[in-house]
């Protein structure tokens, strides 16, 4: 069965740094590409940051250059490494495959409020 734990997230200024994790279990992370995705209230999830299982990457152009996605096939897990972060970054981020929907699982995610 398919586990996405998010942590990571809080609070943070302008300019600051946080890095976020998502542990997966072993059947999702193991085979697929991975991805963070974020979500403001009555807006459409969107697809930041995306991992192959070869560690190729790639961003959506809001994140690229601030964001950095990697991942540790030894602790499944997926890490979100976000720096020069800006007050319209202050969603909830979630993780998960790729393409994944609104019918498919998804984890509860976690807060990042950036905010002087």
């Known amino acids: 069965q398919v586990q996405l734990v998010e942590s990571g997230g809080g609070l943070v200024q302008p300019g600051g740094s946080l890095r976020l994790s998502c542990a997966a279990s072993g059947s999702i992370f193991s085979i697929n590409a991975m991805g963070w995705y974020r979500q403001a209230p009555g807006k459409q999830r969107e697809l930041v940051a995306t991992?192959?299982?070869?560690?190729?990457?790639n961003y959506a152009d809001s994140v690229k250059g601030r964001f950095t996605i990697s991942r540790d096939g030894a602790k499944h897990t997926v890490y979100l490494q976000m720096n020069s972060l800006k007050p319209e970054d202050t969603v909830v981020y979630y993780c998960?495959?790729?393409?994944?929907?609104?019918?498919?699982?998804w984890g509860q995610g976690t807060q990042v409020t950036v905010s002087s």
């Open positions: 991992i192959s299982t070869g560690g190729s990457t």
């Open positions: 998960n495959e790729p393409g994944a929907g609104d019918h498919d699982y």
